[in-house]
């Protein structure tokens, strides 16, 4: 019988020698997982791009070591409650089947996000704290604020994007097993465009599959794959290319607004650029940008948002006068972060402000403004009568 699986699923690793690149983390997560008893985390934290492998990885060591894998997709119990009675109980409750042992796989634990889902990352915390069996949470950026206090709790293992050669060698396996006629300068390409996303790469060979000769011009059938690029990839190709096509491109495919990459430039510039005419040239560009942004935002004239965003990606990138082959850690912007250690505090003074509007008939702008003066009633045990909670009165007196 034909086996109908997609071949992503038909060639997963069966065991940890088949995953493709990723060596040394492998190995990292099988000592981990055969000492559990021994670490003084109970649960890694294994982040990577798409199509690095991390599920596949998970899944390859509970194989290899006999054991049991109890597999769940965080972004399908958000909320606090399902997140204790799906994976509270599978991480306390022994196995029903005979094993070596238990491995708890939580997919996408920054898929928990969002007021409906408050609490749901602080219980994942909880659960991790006491769980009985090894566990592995998978997510795709490791800097996600999301993931702050969580990633205190586990040991943090990054992967790495796929290398084209070792993706061509194993699309080139691939490609033998299933009797497929392709040379090895299509299988190359494929690798190139797939830009480390070993699976995008498996699900474009299997798309060619029914051609009897593949050539180069048969790639057309695959057409151009829109990827979305994260902010490393976008500060990676502005100080380390001067080339105005890639720059703009990394730019617009970025999952951060300009606003947002200009933030993260501001951050990084320092580190990136030891000249301190490039530091004094980037960060000209960088004002001149903001200047014109402000404009347009004034005017709402946001079709001039391109030229904004030109002369601060370019700007900073022809700062330089040959880029630095050195390693840099990008740590997110400082403002960013003070932001997110706020964001609690912040939107509970805007619920208190919203009810102070309501009930003294003014906007919430101007509740804000006289915050300082109920505080100073409240101290003297003045009665506001404005049908505020306990923990809001709470808030409002600090």
Request: contains cysteine.
């Amino acid at each position: 019988m034909t086996n109908k699986l997609p071949w992503v699923e038909k060639y997963r690793p069966a065991n940890t020698s088949e995953v493709v690149g990723q060596a040394g983390s492998v190995k990292a997560i099988l000592d981990f997982v055969q000492n559990f008893k021994q670490q003084p985390e109970k649960a890694i934290l294994l982040t990577g791009p798409v199509g690095s492998g991390k599920t596949s990885i998970a899944i390859a060591v509970a194989e290899e070591l006999g054991y049991e894998l109890i597999q769940m997709n965080a972004s399908d119990y958000r909320k606090k409650d399902q997140i204790e009675a799906k994976i509270g109980c599978a991480c306390n409750q022994q196995s029903l089947i005979p094993s070596n042992g238990k491995l708890i796989l939580v997919d996408e634990v920054d898929g928990v996000h969002g007021n409906s889902d408050r609490g749901g990352m602080a219980t994942l915390g909880k659960i991790v704290d006491k769980t009985c069996f090894p566990m592995i949470l998978t997510a795709t950026d490791k800097w996600n604020q999301k993931l702050r206090t969580l990633k205190k709790k586990c040991r943090g293992i990054d992967l790495r994007k796929v290398d084209i050669r070792s993706m061509a060698k194993r699309l080139g396996e691939i490609a033998e097993k299933e009797g497929m006629n392709i040379d090895e300068t299509v299988i190359a390409e494929i690798s190139r465009r797939a830009e480390g996303d070993l699976r995008s790469a498996i699900n474009d060979i299997e798309t060619l599959s029914g051609i009897d000769k593949i050539t180069m011009k048969d790639l057309e059938v695959l057409g151009k794959r829109d990827r979305v690029k994260s902010i490393f990839d976008t500060l990676f190709a502005i100080y380390k290319s001067k080339d105005p096509k890639t720059i703009m491109q990394s730019v617009w495919d970025c999952d951060k607004s300009p606003n947002e990459i200009m933030l993260w430039l501001i951050e990084t510039i320092p580190k990136e650029y030891e000249k301190p005419e490039e530091v004094a040239k980037a960060f000209d560009a960088i004002s001149r940008a903001d200047v014109f942004t402000g404009r347009i935002a004034r005017r709402g004239a946001w079709t001039f948002m391109s030229y904004s965003a030109e002369l601060m990606a370019l700007g900073t990138a022809l700062a330089k006068e040959q880029k630095y082959n050195k390693f840099t850690r990008y740590m997110p912007p400082t403002y960013l972060m003070r932001m997110g250690r706020t964001r609690a505090s912040r939107a509970m003074r805007k619920q208190v402000a919203g009810k102070i509007g309501e009930q003294l008939h003014c906007s919430r702008k101007r509740a804000k403004e006289q915050m300082p003066y109920f505080r100073q009633m409240l101290k003297k045990k003045v009665n506001l009568n404005l049908e505020l909670d306990k923990e809001e009165v709470e808030f409002l007196k600090k």
